[in-house]
């Protein structure tokens, strides 16, 4: 399929355009723009002037390239925020852990809302649990910001990715590493400490019957991943993911959201780094 016909199956088969910006009584306010879709004219985001849309189309010829290069197939698209945010997955490697299946996918971002610069970063799937794991995009190479001097710089993001499937590996390597380390009680308060900012809370009569809530659901789905996973670091990880990929959030769509560009993804890659160093 070429990247057109690829597209054309999936939701961001749409474009969007700049207009200038008026007073209600018609004065033209400066150096704005509003971003629309063009489909349905809903405003995406309002930037400067010197704000440069990056189309869908172009996204999605871009990932097809990728995709020619390395023989990654592109395994799913999609958008938040009624294309305000939108994103490419490209498949790549699998690890298969302690029976547990780790499947790895190459994840190319853009926005329309000014949220996000157009950027690549690497995630997880862990089949057995369905939970999903996200590493920060990157700042060198594969993240471009949306203005006009970006598309004389997209094709440094293809030789980026080299970059991007190199780290995969070594998450996978870090993964294994903690599957390798008992989790003590000590291990997951300090975690539990760190993503629910209780650091300098001492007692537990300060929290709020809201917090406590979701402290007890954190905790149990710990107590399922370690007795599926065996009571390592890595189960302890698990314990998050399946926090924040099932439990955390209404629907699947806000928890993968907010695990791409939210503060979910901070705290949980934050959780991560603080299990290697425990590792």
């Known amino acids: 399929m070429t990247a057109k016909e690829k597209l054309s199956t999936t939701s961001l088969d749409w474009t969007v355009r700049k207009e200038e910006m008026l007073t209600k ?26 704000y440069e849309t990056y189309q869908n189309f172009e996204l999605m010829e871009l990932l097809h390239k990728i995709s020619t290069s390395t023989g990654l197939e592109i395994h799913r698209a999609g958008d938040f925020n009624d294309g305000g945010k939108v994103f490419i997955q ?9 029976g547990d299946k780790i499947e790895g996918y190459l994840t190319g971002v853009s926005s329309h ?23 920060a995009l990157k700042n060198l190479d594969t993240k471009l910001k949306h203005t006009t001097s970006m598309r004389p710089r997209i094709d440094q993001i293809l030789f ?21 380390v008992e989790m003590t009680p000590l291990h997951q308060e300090l975690i539990t400490k760190l993503f629910f ?20 659901v954190f905790e149990m789905d710990v107590l399922r991943e370690i007795g599926e996973k065996g009571n390592t670091l890595y189960g302890l990880m ?21 695990k791409m560009f939210g503060r979910t993804g901070v705290l949980e890659r934050e959780v991560y780094h603080k299990l290697l160093q425990f590792a």
Do not use: W
Not at 29 to 50: C, F, M, Q, W
Not at 238 to 254: A, E, I, M, P, Q
């Open 238 to 258: 698990n314990g998050l993911t399946r926090y924040t990929t099932h439990d955390k959030y209404k629907t699947s769509d806000k928890s993968m959201e907010n």
């Open 113 to 135: 809302d000014g949220s996000t610069s157009l950027g690549f970063g690497t995630s997880t799937l862990t089949i057995s649990c369905m939970n999903t794991f996200y590493r």
């Open 160 to 180: 980026g990715i080299d970059k991007l499937l190199i780290e995969e590996q070594n998450t996978f390597s870090e993964l294994k590493r903690l599957s390798n």
């Open 197 to 216: 900012n209780l650091e300098n809370t001492d007692k537990v009569g300060e929290l709020s019957t809201r917090m406590k809530n979701q402290i007890d």
């Open 90 to 98: 490209l498949k790549s490697d699998d690890l298969i852990l302690n």
């Open 25 to 50: 009584s018609g004065i033209i306010i400066p150096d704005k723009v509003a971003i629309v879709r063009e489909d349905n004219n809903t405003i995406l985001g309002v930037h400067g002037s010197n």
